[in-house]
């Protein structure tokens, strides 16, 4: 169990930060902090992550890789812990944990650790003339306190990435899971705490009203993960303090399905795509546009892959999740009056159960077609052909990933060329989230900032463009100095001009 901190009459409900930080008091190198935020619950645990920062503690890359390197012994060893968490959470079945609540989080943590020395080093720069014998680099510099508030889906997975890369960048964090996911937070506030060192990472245990305390203070970063409207909130806390923020939101991803495709292996991508976590996926195939033609022979391959997975009764499958809530559940269960049941379409109130369902006959302008599907819904929306597809993404806001399925590369790329999104897959789901490689995010209404791999190390970091000049040769620099002239602007232009690649010099 962790201690709470208690600075005098300033005890933030329910946060796990160390035995030093009761100590604080909120005075210190941190009191600007509380001095600003006098009454707010959470202003002494800022300050004093704020004076462990200035200690500059986090700072060493062996301090960074020592607790990046317990945060991996928690995975290892409260793995079945994780697992059970999560089951009881939302009944995530356990390769689906294990795939991306374990494993991708530990692909993340290798990565940094095998790059983290490299990542770290300041980047020298081209000079000009006038800077030639100076030295003009790149730090790497840690942002300083930074917030990290994470959704339910994937619990674990959504605190821990966007974590090693903001310990790798040399940061102090509070981290915010998510209150609905009742049994993976109490793991994540009581037993995470104990690996790391509780004078530079906190977690909170808050719900709506006391996140809205937490936001008030001072962050120098916010990395938030949820929902577009909450992350409307989140950002205009942080423009309160012009803090920075990554924003990794939801929408509706299209999944365009050509004629020319291979049907059955389409039908187990999309629907294992769409069928993951019962649906609660951010980057899941929120609805699949094509033709009549391919509708009539995607609907048989669909049934037929969603009896390959789950059986002829999916709810007795132990390989399919249930409905995070009962909110979700009433929720999700009403965007089935939209359009027809082709497939699926039972529910089951008491178990918060929907089974895979793929709905037909719909209008754009129904409901499931106005918001984030997140449940294990397919709708299907005819459309003639690429061109209509392209034009029915466009004429909606970005989503975080577009899917396109064809046997023709070209209808792959031109998808892809004409639409924007936060990520793109061809002729599958999900799997661009598996690469550390790419940068993972949103753009428009699904987010703002990229993560995984040397992203998410960027994107806690602060890139500090550094210019060191030697003391002397004050005769060069007396060029710039007044009283100016013509021919000393000549010099200053002859040797700092960046000349276009091409241009002749001659003339
Ligand atoms: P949510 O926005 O309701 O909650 C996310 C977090 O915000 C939680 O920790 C919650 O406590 C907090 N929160 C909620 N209301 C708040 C408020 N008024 N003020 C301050 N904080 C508040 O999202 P959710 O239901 O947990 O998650 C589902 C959404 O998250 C979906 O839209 C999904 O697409 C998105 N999502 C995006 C990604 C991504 O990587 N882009 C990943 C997972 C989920």
Redesign the pocket.
Known sequence: MQQPLEPPGQQPPGSGAGKAAEDDGGGGKGSADSNAMSGNPYAGLVSHLRAAWLSGKTRPMEYRVAQLEALGRFLDEKKQDILEATALDMGKPQFEAEFSEILLCKNELHETLNNLSQWMKDEQVDRNLVTRLDSAFIRKDPYGVVLI??????PIH?ILVPLIGAIAAGNCVVT?????TTNTERLVAEVLPNYLDKDCFAVVT???QE??RL?ENKFDYIF????????R??MA?AAKHLTPVTL????KNPCYVSDTCDVQNVARRVAWGRFFNAG????APDYVLCSAEMQEKLLPALRKTITEFFGPNPQESPDFARIVGDR?FQRVQALLRSGRVAIGGETDAEARYIAPTVLVDLQPSDPIMQE?I?GPILPIVIVANVDEAIDFINSRERP?VVYAFSSDDKVVNQVLERTSS?GFCGNDTLMHVMLTSLP???IGS??LGMYHGRFTFDAFTHHRGCLHRGMGREALNALRYPPYSQQKLGIVRAASEVKRKGSCTLL
Do not use: M
């Not at 938030?224 to 992350?231: A, E, W």
């Open positions: 508030i994470a959704p339910w889906n994937y959504l915010k899971p998510s209150e609905k808050a719900g709506v996140t809205t936001l938030y993960t949820g929902s577009p409207s909450v992350g909130i989140v806390a990794e939101l939801g929408g609660q996926t951010c980057v979700h984030e997140f975080l936060g993972f995010g949103g699904s987010g």
